[in-house]
C-alpha cells in the first residue's frame, strides 16, 4: 500500500511530537541524576539503622532500668518505619531507572520510524523540498 506525501508528513511530525517529550522528560531525569544508582546513598542510612539494631539489642539484655524496655519498643517501632521508608526510597529510584530504559527505547524506536519515513517522503524531492529527520536544524 503506497502511502501518499501527507500521511507521511503527518506521521513524520506526530512522531517527532512524541520524540520531544520522550525527549524532555529524558533530560529531566538526567539532568537530576535519577538515572543513576543510588544504591551508595541507601547504604549509609542502612549501617545506621543497623547501628542502632545493635543498640536496641544491647538495651534489651540489660535489663536494669523500664525506661530502656520503653525506649527499646519505641526505637524497633521507629527502626521499621525507617526499613519501610528505605524500601519505598529503593522501589521509587528502580521505577524512575525503568522509565528512563522504557523512553529512551521508544525514542530509539521513534527515531528508527521518522528516519525511515523522511527517507521514504525525500525519495525523488529537490533539495528545498526534503524534510529533515531531526527536530530543526540541530535537533
Excluded: C
Excluded at 544508582?37 to 535489663?63: G, I, L, Y
Excluded at 527499646?72 to 530504559?101: M, P, V
Amino acid at each position: 500500500m503506497a502511502v501518499n506525501d501527507a500521511e507521511l508528513l503527518e506521521r513524520i511530525n506526530r512522531n517527532k511530537e512524541k520524540r520531544k517529550k520522550y525527549k524532555a522528560v529524558i533530560k529531566v531525569i538526567d539532568s537530576n541524576r535519577l538515572n543513576q544508582s543510588r544504591s551508595s546513598d541507601m547504604s549509609s542510612t542502612e549501617s545506621f539503622v543497623d547501628s542502632n539494631r545493635e543498640k536496641v539489642q544491647t538495651m534489651e539484655m540489660t535489663n536494669a532500668y523500664d525506661y530502656l524496655d520503653t525506649l527499646s519498643s519505641k526505637l524497633k517501632t521507629d527502626l521499621k518505619d525507617i526499613d519501610t521508608y528505605i524500601d519505598f526510597a529503593k522501589d521509587s529510584i528502580k521505577s524512575i531507572q525503568d522509565l528512563h530504559e522504557t523512553l529512551e527505547s521508544k525514542k530509539r524506536s521513534l527515531d528508527d520510524k521518522i528516519s525511515d519515513d523522511v527517507d521514504k517522503y525525500n525519495d525523488g524531492k529537490m533539495l528545498w523540498e526534503r524534510e529533515l529527520k531531526g527536530d530543526g536544524l540541530f535537533g
